[in-house]
C-alpha cells in the first residue's frame, strides 16, 4: 500500500508541476546530508515521517462485496495519515524557488487524487485525499533532519484506506421472506413451539347473564391470546380452529371453537 501511494504521489507531481522524467529526479530516501551529498540534478523529495491512524476520516460498518468472484462480508477500511514533507533541491536558489512554487500549487489544487493518478492496486480504495498541513499542526522539523542546514519544506498528510485484508465468506443473498404464525404450547421447554402453522383469527364471544355468572372482568383465554370479559358481556381475543376458549369463572366456562363464526356461553 505504501509504495502504490508514493507512486501515485509522483505521478500527480510529474504531470501538474509539471516535473520532466529526462530533467527531475523524484526521490523518497531520508534528506540528510549523505543523502544530498551524492545529488548531481534537480530532485524533488517526499519523505515520509509519520503514519497515525485517522479519527477524522474514520470509516465504520460491515459491507458486503465480491473478492475473486466470492460474495463476503468486511468491516469498513481503517483510514491511515501518513505525514510527508516535500523539499525542492538544485543548485540553483532561483530554481529551486520556482520548483517549490510549482510543488505548492500542484499541492493545493488537488485536495483528493485523480483517479487517473491511482494505481491498479488501490482502485477498488476510496481516492487518498491530500492536504497541505497548516500552522499549528504536526510538522517535521527539516532544520534538524538535515543536521542544521537551512532547507523550507511543504508538509503534507495523505490520507488512505488501507485493505487490511480481513473479511468472511457471505451466505447465499436472500431470494424471498417468508412468515409464518406458530401455536404456543407452554408444556414446551421453551414456554413456547412454533413447530406448527395453524393460522390464528379473531373469534368474538358473549357469555350470556354475565353479571350474574360473574363474568364482568373475568379472564379469558385460547392457546394464543387472553383477554378479559367486558361490561357488556362481550370480549373478541385470537384464537385457531378446534382451539379451546375458556373464561376464569367458578366453574370455568369452556368452548371450542367452531370452524366459522364466534362462540356464547348460554
Do not use: C
Not at 126 to 147: Q, T, Y
Not at 150 to 166: M, R
Not at 209 to 216: C, N, P, Q, S, Y
Amino acid at each position: 500500500m505504501l509504495e502504490h501511494i508514493d507512486d501515485s504521489l509522483e505521478a500527480l507531481l510529474r504531470a501538474t508541476v509539471p516535473l520532466s522524467a529526462t530533467d527531475v529526479d523524484v526521490a523518497f530516501e531520508a534528506p540528510d546530508r549523505d543523502w544530498s551529498a551524492k545529488l548531481t540534478r534537480p530532485t524533488v523529495n517526499i519523505f515520509l515521517w509519520d503514519i497515525r491512524r485517522s479519527t477524522q476520516h474514520a470509516n465504520s460498518g460491515l459491507r458486503t462485496v465480491v473478492r475473486d468472484g466470492v460474495r463476503v462480508h468486511q468491516p469498513a477500511f481503517p483510514v491511515m495519515e501518513l505525514r510527508y514533507v516535500v523539499t525542492a533541491w538544485t543548485s540553483d536558489h532561483g530554481d529551486e524557488r520556482a520548483l517549490l512554487a510549482g510543488l505548492v500549487r500542484s499541492l493545493l489544487a488537488h485536495g483528493q487524487m485523480p483517479s487517473a493518478f491511482v494505481p491498479g492496486g488501490m482502485r477498488h480504495l476510496e481516492p487518498p485525499r491530500i492536504e497541505v498541513a497548516r500552522v499549528g499542526e504536526d510538522h517535521m522539523d527539516v532544520f534538524k533532519a538535515l543536521e542544521g542546514k537551512v532547507k523550507p519544506g511543504i508538509n503534507i498528510v495523505v490520507s488512505s484506506e488501507f485493505d487490511i485484508g480481513v473479511f468472511t465468506e457471505a451466505g447465499p443473498p436472500v431470494s424471498s421472506i417468508g412468515t409464518a404464525i406458530g401455536r404456543m404450547d407452554t408444556e414446551a421447554t421453551n414456554g413456547i413451539d412454533f413447530s406448527g402453522s395453524t393460522p390464528r383469527r379473531r373469534v368474538a364471544g358473549e357469555v350470556l347473564d354475565a353479571e350474574r355468572r360473574g363474568a364482568i372482568g373475568a379472564v379469558v383465554r385460547s392457546s394464543v391470546d387472553s383477554t378479559f370479559v367486558n361490561p357488556t358481556g362481550r370480549f373478541v381475543l385470537k384464537a385457531v380452529d378446534d382451539d379451546e376458549i375458556t373464561v376464569d369463572v367458578d366453574p370455568p366456562l369452556v368452548m371450542t371453537v367452531p370452524s366459522t363464526g364466534g362462540v356464547r356461553f348460554e
